[in-house]
């Protein structure tokens, strides 16, 4: 029997038209076995056929801008200026990637000559070089439909590597997803590529997860969501017969440190770049700012400034039901904690969809901060903790309790450098990416991007899930023993 | 109540002097939190600081030479050839990571320029670059007691790379890890180093083992061992409130496959190169060839060569009395199998200790190889199947069927280069190593090592627990945005 599901509008909460299956255990082997055997072509290809291939995609999504971007506006509720940026995201991932397959960074060859007359016994020669891992089993984000999902951070890194990919759809927006996978299939077939060099299959059940991540075929996997989740698939894979690395980006707190002198000189413009990096995407981002850390006695200029940047945002929508549950369920603990005040609470509005939240924002002193564990938890959506401390001591403090996070923020003046350093060295136990006088959101794609961190950021932060680095992942090292240079780099000859 | 437990001598099994006391749950948390405050400092230290460690580590050790490799020579059963290769190996694996420390292989620093006048937002600088991880927890192997051990390859890559480390000895050598370990707290005081730099803990059971790994101060494992106890540790980690990496290197069968030119032309050398390398540590090596595949038509000249020398070789002690126990339990699953035939089985000799053993090999067809499991389960001692084809395309069969090796080997001569290609394709799937014309066992430790491979050979295969690339496991990317160098790169000006 199969079960169909339907995707929602998120700006109303009523169904939107087009049905999807959950993949039943006969397709997901289906597609897992098609996968398999494509690997076994698609790690023979050319850097520049790889490459090609991203190009194709990505001109072929390109061509179908209008349709996708007006689902995925639909099935998310954002913006139209947050979707067709992210589009264009998505678009310069594919082309860098692209370029990257063809320029093979991850393929650091390390070698060391023969030497047949070391004593007590002749040297043999070695090379270590990077080969594909198979094929890898991608769960994009439910927040970035275009850029961390299809043809995402997780895709362009396994293709360019020379990797098939097995998709499953985020249940959030299958619309979007098969749109980007239509395109994706046509690509392959024109490009007479293996048809398992990208299968895609839809499903809402952890069954269905746990099934993909359990087939033999699959050789890695790449998951962006909840620590639960992670946590769990990343248990599943321990029972499997032979266990896989996963790469899973997970939950994230972004603490930012603001110092006396910093708020002196710039209170308002902090509170602008607080407020707007907190409300973009309406607080969906992995980099979201959710906990801004000062000294309590700076604290009523910033405040006073940021409720009023708060009070100006409009509602907007959550990205589903089960996202604006959460949600409310994290607003309803932080409200009901007595060492918790309320800074901000914005309305509902009647008029407005079921699934419309605005700003809310709470605060609490060092000595909770220390001693509750509000500040590892991160609620998806437009809300954040401000910590109060008494002084700089304190705020390190604070910084010494945090568990892993994507990125670490930190505001001073150059007049606070020894405090900077201080900081700094707390913040590298914990932080991907550590931000002086900026803010978390809107991170580069590129060469020196990190985009992980200890848990709960990822399930291992030594990997990175987005930029030149992520291709790290998909690849494993070979040494190569006694081979003579041609033999051991001699391509297929035919088919 | 604490458990003590004493030592057996391999060769006679009887109890060898000394007491070692089960690691209690405050023993164990004293000893993870005193490595936990180690850390803030130690990664503070110079390159310079951690190299003149290392140094000081290995002439400490040096100067212990004697008591070391004799008390090793006890616990393991090993000739004493065996144990001062050890020795040497174990020193030069430290005199080489004191460089590596100062060299900084692993930091590989990436940046990105800043561009204030980039559309339609302003691109911020960015630089990549590794810090350590923190306090790293060693499980050496009971095959290596000096050279995967307390100062062995997990310990050497933590500490070059800035990383405290909290050693749990093996039950079946605590007098050598006990020796070690006070030559290397010698070092930790003389140089007025943190006392966590350096934490030793004696248990074999695996409830400590699990306590250690859950400690919250913990920040990765290096684990060598079965598959069946890396699979419980990695399990065990994902129960921790913050998960944190394991690198485990486990099982490993390293097949070796021989043309029929390269038997035709040289059966004795090869028989003789197998037979050295079989019982080299009496099998004990996580390298050992565990599996021939042969051509049939071939096998005559190649099995009556190496029966012979198996029937001089002599009986040597196992490990251990589990390790003779499981040695013995493997053989009977063979012997009793209607689809195996005995080769060779050297006879137990009366006078001889009770764990010792000769030479078993076993011969199967190529059709049972691929079918039954007997392939992917390594038993540890001097055993090894034989797997016989009839042709050069069942023998691929046989190599697309084995799971992830740290090893594989081909003995091929010019003339099979087409062969060689096909076979190189497919073992690039699952070796880790893969050696043309040579033996697995004998690995060099060098800048192009590769000591990992696809499950079981390693929990993930990306890595590579032997070799500069071991670094690699116990540091972690950051991305510094927006930072001016000087003060990214400050060092900390007092204690």
Redesign the interface.
Known sequence: MTHAFQATCAATGEFLPGEFAEATAAQIDFACGRAAEAA?QI??LTPDQLGEFLSAVATEIRSRREEIVSRCELETGYLNARVEGEFDRAMGQLDLFARLAVERPWDRV???AADPDRKP?P??S???RF?P??PVAVFGACNFPLAISVIGNDFVAAVATGNPVVVKSHPSHPGTCELLGNAVKEVVKRLKLPLGTFELLHGRTPETSVRVISHPAI?AVGFTGSPQGG?AL??AI?DRE????IFAELGSTNPVFITPDAMAVRAKAIAEGFAGSLRFGNGHMCTKPGVVVIQERDADAFIAATRGIFAKQPNLPMLSGPVAEAFDRGIEQLRAAKEVDSLFVAEAIETEGPWHRGAHWFGMNAETAIRERWLHSETFGPVSILVRCRGEAEMLRVAEGF??SLTTTLHAETSE?EF??CW??IA??F????????WPT?M?I?????H?????AS????S?SVG??SL??F??????????ED??L?K??GP
């Open positions: 076994v790690r023979e390390t070698s060391e016994f040297k043999p070695m090379t270590r080969v891992v198979g050789a946590r990343a248990k321990l032979n266990p896989i690395p568990h892993g450098n900077t350093q700094r060295r590298e136990r932080g991907g990416r550590i931000i002086l006088n900026g809107g580069e590129g060469s020196a991007t990190q992980g961190g200890p848990f709960p399930l291992d932060g030594r990175t030149h680095a790290e992942r690849v494993r090292p070979l040494c190569f023993q006694n081979w003579p033999v051991m001699a297929r000859s």
